[in-house]
């Protein structure tokens, strides 16, 4: 009995050895841990993040919030370089497609250069730090763990600390984030510690997933503060979404490529549905639906222009005022909707537009496009013509200044008569921009000069720009049954009249049927000149 009990002794003995070796082996761990970490934060260029207060739902935000730095941060230089790369791919390249008197499209603001290479060499590399293992045992020491992270937190260069609070269905997440930045003043360097608070608020949290949106919003807002970089929004869904959609935005523009417009737009649309207030996504995705031109796309680009016309930043919001003028007048003048209001709206967005910047080719359009709604002939030309002396040249400034001859002209040919003048001042601006009206506006001269072959042609050119130009397809079936009228042999005159019925067929095809009101003006320009043609016919 005595010898058992010298082995249990002796047992007790190993074990209670093996216990403080295992808890000296334990302490070793974490002032091995804790040196590595404060060389990292301390000496490199690691964030810590420390735990998050406010519950259950808080303890997991850390550690998220610590990957998602590195993963956002890494994806805005991701974009921007793509933004940037597909720029220099040539933005002021000539699309084969019409593109519209709207769209001068805008970016958001660039990433500076300096800032990115910044980030790229020297990352956020965000830490938090879970349970430690040790020869497969897991320890979580909370009173440890919080020496560890107040020795850790005085060491920081970039430090995270934070809340969240959820009152019912509401949740706030706060966090205030201290960092140094870099700055140049006389050719020396300097260090300011900076430390900014961020919150991130939802009214409604009902998922997990929402919350990791919540999180990624506020890794967004911290890399924001990091790289002293502006944005249109506080959402880094929604700000993802548009640099994607301008990548595209500017492939269009170089290529023509549909697709490519198409994805623009869809990213566009995610972006002011994530963010309502999102004003630049709102007026990028307006030119887009309005350069369709079509009636249902028309009236959702209003919408968008004026979400876009409630921003603060002058220049942004002269460019939404004048789309929306423009809109209005495509009302007007393209899809058959009357006068009715369109008129006074158009008259006041295109007065607040050139109001505030009256130096922009779009805000001098606008003005004139009111005028020309409102009848007045003389001082629409006059506007149209001042545009031509205004020194911009990139792609949407010759693209405006191409319509704004255009219109002239059209005024010039259906007002004052002046075909010759008409033709003459097309024929200078023909090679500015690869501008479809131009050509729809010569084959008009050319038609009313009774050259109806060389109309032809011109409308040909036109609906290579734009196969889905509807007027293009509907003003060649007029051309052929301008044909019929002066042919005399029935049997082709016959030919010409179905000639003249299936291009009218193509111009109705290309409008949807819930355009109603464009289909009903093509329709009745058509049946007007067919019951022309067959009087004359018979007369």
């Excluded at 191409?402 to 200078?428: C, H, V, Y």
């Amino acid at each position: 009995m005595d010898r058992v009990d010298e082995v249990v002794a002796d047992l007790l003995h190993v074990l209670e050895l093996a216990g403080v070796l295992l808890a000296v082996l334990v302490v070793l761990g974490l002032l091995v841990g804790l040196v590595r970490s404060l060389l990292q934060v301390a000496l490199g260029s690691s964030t810590l993040v420390m735990p998050f207060s406010g519950g259950d739902a808080a303890a997991w935000v850390a550690d998220v919030l610590a990957e998602q730095l590195d993963g956002i941060e890494t994806a805005v230089v991701s974009k921007h370089q793509a933004v940037r790369a597909e720029a220099a791919r040539g933005q002021d390249a000539s699309s084969p497609l019409q593109l519209g008197p709207a769209a001068r499209f805008l970016p958001e603001r660039p990433l500076d250069e300096h800032i990115e290479r910044l980030v790229v060499e020297h990352p956020i590399s965000g830490q938090a730090i879970g349970p430690i293992s040790l020869l497969g045992v897991t320890f979580s020491p909370d009173f440890l763990f919080a020496a560890f992270y107040r020795l850790r937190g005085l060491a920081a260069r970039k430090l995270v600390r934070g809340s969240l609070y959820r009152l019912g269905a509401a949740a706030r997440l706060s966090s205030q984030f201290t960092f140094t930045r870099h700055r140049s003043l006389g050719g020396r360097t300097s260090k300011v510690r900076i430390t900014r608070t961020l919150v991130v608020q939802r009214r409604a949290l009902e998922t997990d997933g929402q919350l990791l949106d919540m999180v990624d919003d506020l890794a967004f807002g911290i890399a924001r503060e990091r790289m002293t970089l502006e944005a249109g929004t506080s959402i880094w869904a929604a700000y993802s979404s548009f640099l994607d959609g301008y990548a595209d935005n500017l492939r269009f523009l170089r290529t023509g490529d549909i697709a490519s417009r198409d994805r623009s737009l869809d990213l566009y649309l995610s972006a002011v549905a994530i963010d309502q207030n999102y004003h630049l996504a709102a007026y990028n995705a307006a030119c887009l639906l309005y350069n369709k031109y079509r009636e249902s796309e028309n009236a959702k680009a209003i919408e968008l222009f004026r979400i876009a016309a409630a921003s603060e930043e002058p220049i942004l919001r002269a460019l939404a005022l004048a789309g929306l003028t423009m809109a209005y007048a495509q009302n007007v003048h393209r899809y058959g909707l009357g006068g009715g209001p369109w008129v006074e709206r158009a008259e006041l967005a295109s007065q607040q537009a050139i109001g505030l910047r009256p130096d922009l080719e779009e805000t001098k359009f606008a003005r004139a496009w009111a005028h020309q709604l409102a009848d007045n002939v003389d001082a629409a030309i006059s506007e149209y013509s001042s545009i031509g002396s205004l020194t911009g040249d990139s792609l949407s400034e010759r693209q405006i200044k191409s319509f704004a001859a255009n219109n002239q002209a059209f005024l010039m040919i259906t007002k004052k008569g002046d075909l010759a003048g008409a033709k003459a001042l097309l024929e200078r601006v023909v090679d500015l921009y690869p501008n479809k009206m131009v050509y729809a506006n010569l084959a008009e001269i050319a038609r009313r000069d009774g050259d109806l072959d060389t109309a032809l042609n011109y409308y040909a050119k036109a609906r290579t720009l734009d196969p889905l130009y509807a007027n293009a397809h509907n003003e060649t079936a007029l051309i052929y049954l301008a044909k019929a009228h002066d042919e005399l042999d029935p049997q082709r005159q016959a030919g010409l009249f179905k000639t003249a019925e299936e291009w009218h067929a193509r111009a109705l095809g290309v409008v949807p049927e819930r355009d109603e009101g464009q289909r009903h003006s093509i329709e009745d320009v058509y049946q007007a000149a067919l019951v022309a043609a067959r009087n004359l016919e018979v007369s």
